[in-house]
Every structure is written in C-alpha cells, then in structure tokens.
C-alpha cells in the first residue's frame, strides 16, 4: 500500500472519529431521542453508563418515582398528564427499561418492554378503573370494576366471558345487568330479580315437582326454555316430572 | 458482433460475478423481510456478531497467503475465504437492515458492500489469471513436480499475476476501512448497549 493511500486512509478515519465525538447522536446514536430528551443529544453518558447501557439509576437521577406522573423533573406540575391517574409509584420494582426506550431506531422495532400490567403491585392491577375509563356501550355503562372477570390483563379482546354458558339471555331474559346481579357483583346472581319470579311462587311449583333444593336456579335451568332442564349427574331432560333432590312419589 | 473470446469472459466470469452480487442482495432484502414477517427482528440485530465473526475468520487465508501461518492448503483457505466473507456479508446486510438511524454504522456497511464487490471482482481476476497461467503448468510438469506442487505452484503464479498484485493495492486498502468504520461501530456499541 503506497504512503499516500496510507495518510489519505488515515485522516479520514480520523475525521471520521472525531466527528463520532462531536456529533455522538447523528454518527452512532440509534435514531432520535424523544422530544423530551432532546437536549440530551449530545451528552451519551447521560442515561448509558459505559459498557452497561442506559440505567435506571440515571433515570431516576432526574425522574424520581415518587414524582412520576405528578411533577415535570424541575419539580412543575403536570398541566396534562399522559394517564388519568400517576401508576408508577405502584410499580414492582423500578425498571424504567423495562418499558421505555428513548431512541427512534430502537424503539420502532422493540418487541419486549412494552407496559405490562404484571409490573404493577397486585392492589393496583384490580384498579383498572383508575386509569382505563369504561366503555360507552349499554353494557359496559352497566358495570362497575371486576373487568377481569370478562377481559385479561393482556389483550381487551377477545372477551372471554360467554354468558350463554350460564344462562342464555334470550326473550323476557335480555335485561339490564343489575336486574340478576345485583349492585353488578357479577359473582353472585339472583332470579327473583322480577315480577315473573317470586321466592314464593318458584318454591310452590318446584315443591309440586317434588323438588326441595331450588336455590341455584342455573345449575338446572341455562335458558328461558321451560323444557331445557339440566340436572346435575342425569343430563338433559325434556319436560316432565324432573328436579334434583325431588321426592318420589 | 460478439467474438467466442468475449462470449467465454461473459460466462466464465462477468456472469457469475453478477450473480453472486444479486444473490447477495436478493438474500439479503428476503431475510429481512422474513425477519419482519415472522416478528423475529430481534434475531436480526444479534446477526451482525456471527456475521462479523465469520469475515474475522475467513481472514486465515490472508495469514496463509502471507505465510504468517504455514498449515492447510491455500486453496482450501481461499474457498472458505469466499464463502466466509459472502455469507458474513450477508448477515452482516441483514443485521443493518433497511434502517437509517446512524451515519457511522452505514459507512462501516456501504465500505463493507464495497469490499465485497471489491473481493468478487479480485476472484474474477483471480480466474483470468489462472488461465494466463495455465501454459506455466507444463513447465512445471516437464520439471517432474507432482500434481499436488503443480497445482499449489500454478496457484502460486495465478495469485501472484500483476493484475492481481494491482488489485489487492486498492482491495486492502478499502478493507482497513471497512475494519476500522466496523470497529467503531462495535466499540459504540460495546460502550453504549445494555447487554441484558
């Protein structure tokens, strides 16, 4: 390799590295920081720590945990902040790089680290009302918290909550929420809910059928078809004389 | 009108040349959308090591050539040189992807793709001057050296051919700098990454 080559190389990867430290962010930073950071640019070191990445410790030097969500990092309220309610206080453990990265290259194509309701301490994962606001449809305008109950922590859909499994909601049954479930504890349930069922008149037909324990109404009846009766350990019956624990005859 | 000899450095040469430039591209944009397609992007970005690794590796056969190491047939070292460096390369291009977020990791690809080129034009050279030297065979036969030490001595001329020797003036030096844009890259990455 001729001398000339040699000098002509090496000033060039000279400028070439000096450019590296002048301009870190354009000549080896992944991709622009988020607007917030953006007078970090051009000071690398701090959020990485040499050889170890960005920290959580250098996060925090400026994001205290307890102010997250509350006040700017110069100690500001937060005029419009980004959740309804502040969660990070709430969180497990501080991870900041579990779910945030600030660069745009490395952010597009992260696949990991997005939030994740398992980071948040088991009291806050049932609050989902302190930071998701309920559907305005007719059926969730009827319920109030045990979400959980139809939905999971990963995905909003698919809904796994089929009530036809329990009762299907056809005819005189297609009713508000609170008629069977009363004060929405969707634990619980009661049939007697209308005029059509009174404790009463359910008691006197079920004792003329010869039947005493009428308490759980959908472990016999799953639907509004008087003839569609399941009985625990004997299967489906049509019509007839039939009930759990009924005296013979 | 086309002369046989023009015909012959068309498919001997120019042709498999182009080739390998395509496959090398074709490869590379459909493992990259393979890896966007199967959401395994994640594979791409640790490739770049493997693929590094490999060109490292393939670099036995400058140390063979310059006898800096004596075992092994040269031969043998130059076909995984080849290999090695295209197949490097191309998990190399892979891991770069298609995406523009910093200026020195490209250059330390746009010198790498240069090299590349640079390389596979080197092999086609490498071929016509195996051919020039071809008529140095039965010189060496008429010598009564064996098969083995005609082949390893036509080798010998073939990569020692002035055309050759012009080529690696301009080969090694784009080759320093594709090593030394790389190595920034790998050491700002070593210096900025959180290897968790």
């Known amino acids: 390799m001729s001398k000339i080559i040699k000098i002509v190389l090496a000033v060039n990867l000279i400028v070439l590295a000096i450019l590296a430290f002048v301009y870190p962010h354009l000549m080896v930073g992944p991709g622009k920081l988020i607007p917030g950071h953006g007078k970090l640019e051009t000071d690398c070191f701090a959020c990485h720590a040499p050889l ?14 307890e102010d997250i969500g509350k006040l700017t990092t110069l100690g500001q309220t937060i005029q419009k902040p980004l959740t309804s309610t502040p969660f990070h206080q709430k969180l497990l453990k501080q991870d900041c790089l579990a779910c945030h990265s600030d660069h745009a290259g490395v952010k597009r194509f992260r696949t990991e680290g997005r939030f994740n309701h398992a980071l948040l301490q088991a009291d806050a994962r049932k609050e989902c009302q302190s930071c998701h606001k309920s559907p305005t449809d007719s059926l969730h305008q009827q319920i109030t918290g045990n979400c959980n109950q139809c939905h999971t922590q990963q995905k909003w859909v698919p809904a796994t909550f089929d009530h036809d499994k329990y009762f299907a909601l056809d005819r005189d049954h297609n009713v508000k929420c609170a008629t069977c479930h009363v ?67 | 009108m086309t002369t046989p000899a023009t015909a012959s450095l068309w498919r001997s040469h120019i042709l498999p040349f182009t080739l390998l430039v395509t ?84 250059l330390a690809t746009i010198a790498m793709g240069i090299n590349v080129i640079s390389g596979m034009v080197g092999k086609m050279l490498l071929a016509r001057s195996r051919e020039h030297v071809q008529g140095q065979r039965e010189h060496y ?47 700002s990455i070593f210096l900025f990454w959180g290897w968790q």
């Open chain 1, 52 to 65: 170890s990445g960005a920290t959580t410790e250098r996060c925090t030097t400026c994001h205290k945990q």
């Open chain 2, 23 to 106: 496959l090398l591209g074709v490869a590379t944009v459909i493992g990259d959308y393979l890896l966007h397609r199967l959401d395994l992007v994640w594979i791409g970005r640790y490739l770049g090591i493997p693929g590094t690794l490999l060109i490292i590796g393939s670099l036995i056969y400058s140390l063979r050539k310059r006898k800096v190491i004596t075992s092994g047939n040269v031969k043998t070292w130059l076909s995984l040189h080849e290999i090695g460096t295209w197949l490097g390369s191309l998990m190399v291009l892979v891991h770069s992807g298609i995406h523009f977020n910093a200026i020195l990791p490209w």
């Open chain 2, 141 to 187: 036969q008429l010598r009564g050296l064996s098969k083995n030490e005609v082949e390893q001595a036509v080798f010998w001329e073939s990569v020692t051919f002035d055309a050759m020797t012009k080529w690696r003036k301009v080969h090694i030096p784009i080759f320093i700098a594709f090593a030394v844009l790389a190595l920034g890259h790998i050491v």
């Open chain 1, 183 to 249: 004060r929405n504890d969707y634990n619980r349930y009661t049939c007697y809910g209308c005029h059509e069922h009174s404790l009463e008149k359910i008691r006197r037909e079920h004792i003329e059928e010869g039947i005493r324990d009428f308490k759980n109404c959908v472990e016999c009846h799953r639907s509004a078809d008087e003839h569609d009766i399941r009985m625990p350990g004997r299967g489906q019956e049509q019509g007839g004389r039939n009930g759990r624990e009924r005296d013979d005859d």
